[in-house]
């Protein structure tokens, strides 16, 4: 299966601030990542597919990069609501495989 | 709107299955796979397989294969999820989420059910 890494796995940030998150895979999967957000208690909601593709309706401060083994996520101006933990998840081979999340959270 | 309700919380003992439904509304259930994906308390995303509702056709994750069983019901839009020989590390919230793709899979998910947890314990 293919292993997706996500770093760092926790972060501390201010309203405003620019956010990455990397997902590294440990195999070649072109462009095939998606982006989900998840509150607590709540189901994982999709940001972007195909690695850059953003979904209807997710704020354009939200952008996705990469292809091969490496992907980032951007939040361009962390905003309150954007407090959340986010996974990354290949679909380029089955098993679909998630990263660990990264947990981003108010400094 | 597109929508995903799912049946509500169970304690099931050792040994004992579960079955877990997820009722489709406001879009064509025949036309999107569902996916079932797993989250144990604290932890990440397992993916667990995805069920074609038109043809009822299935792919498991290995690891679930022999294990989970995945079913539709088209005349109430409806899948089902059911795991069997429950061990206390089963102990979860078990999501379906729609596939992206119509009358393919894309294998991206948008949007999930509200989750139902299922907790395993003697």
């Known amino acids: 299966a293919i292993q997706l890494t996500q770093s760092p796995s926790s972060l501390s940030a201010s309203v405003g601030d620019r956010v990455t998150i990397t997902c590294r895979a440990s195999?070649?999967?072109?462009?095939?990542l998606a982006w989900y957000q998840q509150k607590p208690g709540k189901a994982p909601k999709l940001l972007i597919y195909d690695a850059s593709s953003l979904e209807s309706g997710v704020p354009s401060r939200f952008s996705g990069s990469g292809s091969g083994t490496d992907f980032t996520l951007t939040i361009s101006s962390l905003q309150p609501e954007d407090f959340a933990t986010y996974y990354c998840?290949?679909?380029?081979?089955?098993?679909?495989?998630f990263g660990g999340g990264t947990k981003v959270e108010i400094k | 709107q597109v929508q995903l309700v799912q049946s509500g919380a169970e304690v099931k003992k050792p040994g004992a299955s579960v079955k877990v439904s997820c009722k489709a509304s406001g879009y064509t259930f025949t036309g999107y796979y569902m996916h079932w994906v797993r989250q144990a308390p604290g932890q990440g995303l397992e993916w667990m397989g995805w069920i074609n509702p038109n043809s009822g056709g299935t792919n498991y994750a290995q690891k679930f294969q022999g294990w989970v069983t995945m079913t539709r019901d088209t005349s109430i839009s409806t899948a089902y999820m059911e795991l069997s020989r429950l061990r206390s590390d089963d102990t979860a919230v078990y999501y379906c989420?729609?596939?992206?793709?119509?009358?393919?899979?894309?294998?991206?998910?948008?949007?999930w059910g509200q989750g139902t947890l299922v907790t395993v314990s003697s």
């Open positions: 989420a729609r596939d992206s793709g119509y009358n393919w899979n894309y294998d991206w998910f948008d949007p």
């Open positions: 998840q290949q679909f380029n081979n089955y098993p679909l495989t």
């Open positions: 195999q070649g999967i072109s462009s095939a």
